[in-house]
Structure formats: structure tokens, C-alpha cells
């Protein structure tokens, strides 16, 4: 039978619960690798160009998203120990803990206005710490340093101090999720399509799933109300992105009107 000698995590529960126990688990317990592609062909960028240019009118960009999740170096994950008040120690000697939300105001991001932003730390939840930020209608990259003030530098400083995180040469930065590994980080956007056109626009997306693209109904509310329309919201991500993928994820975004 085969188990983490270090946190006691046997494979079946890893399999069953898909979360790692701890920063060995990654290096035990067999699971598809993040991917490496780096770049998208640009006759593909060229294909989605060319969808949405045709359907701008009725695409509705609704929110833009980004999360970074770290958990505490040698220790147990949250799995077996949320380990709450470490983490706000950490936050606290960081001066970083006037941004904590309680969980219970987990869902509080979600009922923002348009062009409004929130951000935030979350603890103990699938990682020790986790932040997001969530903009209603475009906001550009929050941790874009030509453009965020000197505390947002410093909270990107933070999380890649790799002193305080569990990191493992190789991989990077070991979240709970084996499908978070590298660095921690997922962007994500919620768009609005009518039902006429979304299955179109998923069989092009269905190109870059293996760039690192994923895309889906979005769980939370698959049909809403835009004005007079009723539109698809669907959610778009990409999870680890290096510099490159994050350009060309962004020139996608820019074709909705961005920048």
C-alpha cells in the first residue's frame, strides 16, 4: 500500500479526496504533471480574433478574477490542520492582516458592483492562505507591477518568498490541489454569451485546452439576466501561467476590450 510516511496519507484517501496532505505527498503519489506548453500557435489566437470580433456586440465581459494560494513550509496541510492562527501570524508580522475576510464572507466577492474591486486573504480554507481579487467588468491584472502602488508590489514580494511557503525543487509551489502546483495562481473571467453562439465559441476554446486553458458553464449561475438578454455565463481560466502565457492570455482578454 502506498502512503506518505510523512503525514500518513494514504494513496486511496488522495485519490478519493484529490488533496495532498503535505508537501511529500507531491513527491509519492503519482499525478499529471502541470503542463509545459508555453505559447499558442497564433493561427488559433487568429480563430478566436476572428470569433469575437464578429460577436462583440453581444459579449459581455462580467468579472475578472485572480488567485494565489500558498501553504505554510513544514507543516501538515489544512486536509489535517488548517493551521488558522500561523498564518495570521505570518500575515501580521508581514503587516498584511488588515486584508483578512472572515470565511463566512467567502462569497462577499462575488456581490460587487460594475467596476469595483475586492481583494483579500482567506485562511484555512483548501490552502493555508489564499488571496483573491475579483474586478465587476474589466479590471486590469491586479499584481501587473507597471501599474499596481508600492503595497501590491509588496504583497507579490510575499508570496514568493519561498522561506515561508512549502516549495519543492522542480515543481515549484505545492498547493493542496495537485492541479495548482508551479505557482499557485489561477485567472479567471466570467463571460456572457447567448445560447446562439456558445457553441462555437466552446469548440474554438476547446483548441487551447492543452495551452493550459480550461473553460465550462459556470457552476454558480449558468444562465443571468444582462438587460433584455438572457446569456450563457461561462468561466475561462488559466491556471500556473509563465510570462509568455499570461501575455497571450491577456491579448485574448484584450480582444473583449481590455487594453
Known amino acids: 500500500m502506498i502512503f506518505c510516511r510523512f503525514c500518513g496519507t494514504k494513496e486511496i484517501q488522495f485519490r478519493k ?12 503519489f503519482d499525478f499529471p504533471k502541470p503542463n509545459q506548453k508555453t505559447k499558442i500557435p497564433e493561427n488559433l489566437i487568429q480563430t478566436l480574433e476572428s470569433f ?3 460577436n462583440s456586440e453581444t459579449l459581455t465581459l462580467l468579472s475578472l478574477r485572480t488567485r494565489i494560494t500558498r501553504n505554510l513550509k513544514s507543516s501538515l496541510f489544512p486536509f489535517y490542520d488548517p493551521l488558522m492562527e500561523k498564518s ?3 500575515l501580521v508580522e508581514n503587516r498584511m492582516d488588515g486584508s483578512i475576510y472572515p470565511k463566512e464572507s467567502e462569497k462577499d466577492l462575488d456581490s460587487i458592483e460594475h467596476g469595483e474591486r475586492k481583494s483579500g486573504f482567506y485562511l484555512g480554507s483548501e490552502d493555508h492562505i489564499r488571496w483573491e481579487s475579483i474586478s465587476a ?15 501590491k508590489l509588496t504583497l507579490f514580494r510575499f ?3 519561498k522561506n515561508h511557503w512549502a516549495t519543492l525543487p522542480g515543481l515549484g509551489f505545492i498547493s493542496s490541489c495537485p492541479t495548482n502546483l508551479g505557482r499557485g495562481r489561477r485567472d479567471s473571467i466570467l463571460l456572457g454569451l447567448p445560447p446562439g453562439i456558445f457553441l462555437e465559441f466552446f469548440s474554438i476554446l476547446q483548441t487551447l485546452v492543452k495551452f493550459g486553458i480550461e473553460f465550462a458553464p459556470s457552476t454558480d449561475h449558468r444562465f ?6 438572457r446569456v450563457l455565463v461561462v468561466k475561462i481560466s488559466w491556471k500556473n501561467s509563465i510570462l509568455v502565457q499570461k501575455r497571450q492570455f491577456y491579448k485574448i482578454l484584450s480582444l473583449l476590450g481590455s487594453y
Do not use: M, Y
Not at 479526496?17 to 509519492?28: D, V, Y
Not at 467588468?137 to 503595497?151: C, F, S, T, V
Not at 443571468?224 to 438578454?229: A, E, T, V, Y
Open 52 to 54: 469575437v470580433k464578429e
Open 88 to 90: 495570521k501570524q505570518l
Open 137 to 151: 467588468g474589466w479590471g486590469r491584472d491586479p499584481l501587473d507591477a507597471r501599474q499596481i502602488p508600492k503595497e
Open 159 to 161: 508570496f514568493f518568498q
Open 17 to 28: 479526496s484529490g488533496k495532498f496532505g503535505c508537501t511529500h505527498c507531491a513527491q509519492i
Open 224 to 229: 443571468r439576466n444582462i438587460g433584455k438578454d
